[in-house]
């Protein structure tokens, strides 16, 4: 039996390419769970998988798709049958394992997330990684102490993947967004996924003069890093916290260590790749009643598996807005 999948492949010289091929069910990779694939999504690692010289790829010939949703086909684990409705994000799938760029994807049992009530397969990846590292950035800033009515909070990249969840979470659950954008013509949009002031990129951008400035956010969700996750350290309340989800920005950090000190400013790292299955479930079941749908649907553009060697180009160009669904049926 075949099916439709993205494979990149490198030939003799390094030089990788990308197409739409025939893969025999029997070329899947070990696992306990085989899914019917049928959505997955576009994502910064994604557009590094596909692009020159591979990126993250562990090894040739690779399906990419960083996660995906779909229905469970085969299972050696009693914990999914045949017909269940699943959801994977992380475990270095579309990396060093075959991930959802295809109709098919065997995996192990344990990545794998249970659909909560509230999600259909579609819906799960319109949130996608980007979308579950928000909530698990919500998650963490809520369990340090954030509270609506404190103060705006900051969200960094608000336009991307990320951002564009955290957004629209945060002002559904009652706080005060201020979105970072680089992108002027996005303001409208943002505003319409909640935030209720826009904060020019620039206005952050510069390098940082005094390790402490006025206290602005009660919180912030950072998708950036780099010199502006420096910046955004020497604006935050006492006590208050950044969740840091992206290296956008750079890995580097030019900062001191007085806003953690004077201030009590906590840096939480949001690492979406190994969490715990209870802390996946929890975000999961939190998104399905907590992220307004109709938000969700203005922040979605649909795509096939033939469109995807333009998109993984563009989105290491920033050029993506919100959150691109792949029919990989389509």
């Given at each position: 039996m075949?099916?439709n999948a993205?494979?990149?492949?490198?030939?003799?010289?390094?030089k990788?390419s990308?197409s739409?091929?025939?893969?025999?069910?029997?070329r899947?990779p070990?696992?306990?769970?085989?899914?019917?694939?049928?959505?997955?999504?576009?994502?910064?690692?994604?557009?590094?998988?596909?692009?020159?010289?591979?990126?993250?790829?562990?090894?040739?010939p690779?399906?990419?798709g960083?996660?995906f949703?779909?229905?469970v086909?085969?299972?050696?684990?009693?914990r999914?049958?045949?017909?269940d409705?699943?959801?994977?994000?992380?475990?270095?799938?579309?990396?060093a394992?075959?991930g959802?760029?295809?109709?098919?994807?065997r995996v192990?049992?344990d990545w794998?997330?249970?659909?909560?009530?509230g999600?259909d397969?579609?819906?799960?990846?319109?949130?996608?990684?980007?979308?579950?590292?928000?909530?698990l950035?919500?998650?963490?800033?809520?369990d340090h102490?954030?509270v609506?009515?404190n103060?705006?909070v900051l969200v960094?990249?608000?336009?991307?993947?990320?951002g564009?969840?955290?957004?629209?979470?945060?002002?559904?659950?009652?706080?005060?967004?201020?979105?970072?954008?680089?992108?002027?013509e996005q303001?409208?949009?943002?505003?319409?996924?909640?935030?209720?002031?826009?904060v020019a990129?620039?206005?952050?951008?510069?390098?940082?003069?005094?390790?402490?400035?006025?206290?602005t956010?009660?919180?912030?969700?950072?998708a950036?890093?780099?010199a502006?996750?420096?910046r955004?350290?020497?604006?935050m309340?006492?006590?208050?916290s950044?969740?840091?989800?992206?290296?956008?920005?750079?890995a580097n950090l030019?900062?001191?260590?007085?806003?953690?000190?004077?201030?009590g400013?906590n840096l939480?790292?949001?690492?979406?790749v190994m969490?715990?299955?209870?802390?996946?479930?929890?975000?999961?079941?939190?998104?399905?009643?907590d992220?307004?749908?109709?938000k969700?649907?203005?922040?979605?553009?649909?795509?096939?598996?033939s469109?995807l060697?333009?998109l993984?180009a563009?989105i290491?160009?920033?050029?993506?807005r919100?959150?691109?669904v792949v029919?990989?049926n389509?």
């Amino acid at each position: 039996m075949s099916f439709n999948a993205l494979v990149v492949e490198k030939d003799d010289e390094g030089k990788t390419s990308v197409s739409v091929q025939q893969i025999d069910t029997d070329r899947l990779p070990d696992g306990d769970v085989t899914v019917a694939v049928e959505y997955s999504t576009v994502n910064y690692k994604d557009g590094l998988c596909i692009g020159p010289g591979g990126g993250l790829v562990r090894n040739y010939p690779h399906v990419p798709g960083i996660d995906f949703a779909g229905t469970v086909e085969a299972s050696d684990d009693p914990r999914y049958k045949p017909g269940d409705k699943v959801v994977l994000t992380g475990w270095r799938v579309g990396e060093a394992h075959w991930g959802g760029y295809a109709q098919k994807a065997r995996v192990r049992a344990d990545w794998l997330v249970p659909l909560p009530e509230g999600l259909d397969t579609r819906r799960a990846m319109a949130v996608g990684t980007a979308g579950f590292t928000a909530m698990l950035a919500v998650n963490a800033l809520e369990d340090h102490g954030l509270v609506p009515g404190n103060g705006p909070v900051l969200v960094t990249g608000a336009a991307g993947g990320v951002g564009s969840v955290a957004t629209a979470i945060l002002a559904n659950l009652g706080y005060e967004v201020a979105g970072v954008t680089g992108r002027p013509e996005q303001e409208s949009y943002l505003k319409e996924l909640g935030a209720s002031r826009i904060v020019a990129r620039e206005e952050l951008a510069e390098t940082v003069k005094r390790p402490l400035e006025g206290e602005t956010w009660s919180g912030c969700v950072d998708a950036v890093g780099g010199a502006m996750l420096a910046r955004v350290l020497g604006q935050m309340k006492y006590g208050s916290s950044v969740a840091a989800v992206g290296l956008a920005g750079g890995a580097n950090l030019p900062a001191t260590v007085i806003p953690f000190l004077l201030r009590g400013v906590n840096l939480l790292g949001i690492d979406s790749v190994m969490q715990p299955y209870e802390n996946r479930l929890r975000a999961w079941k939190r998104i399905a009643s907590d992220l307004p749908m109709d938000k969700l649907e203005a922040m979605v553009q649909p795509a096939t598996l033939s469109d995807l060697p333009r998109l993984g180009a563009d989105i290491l160009k920033g050029q993506v807005r919100g959150r691109v669904v792949v029919d990989v049926n389509a």
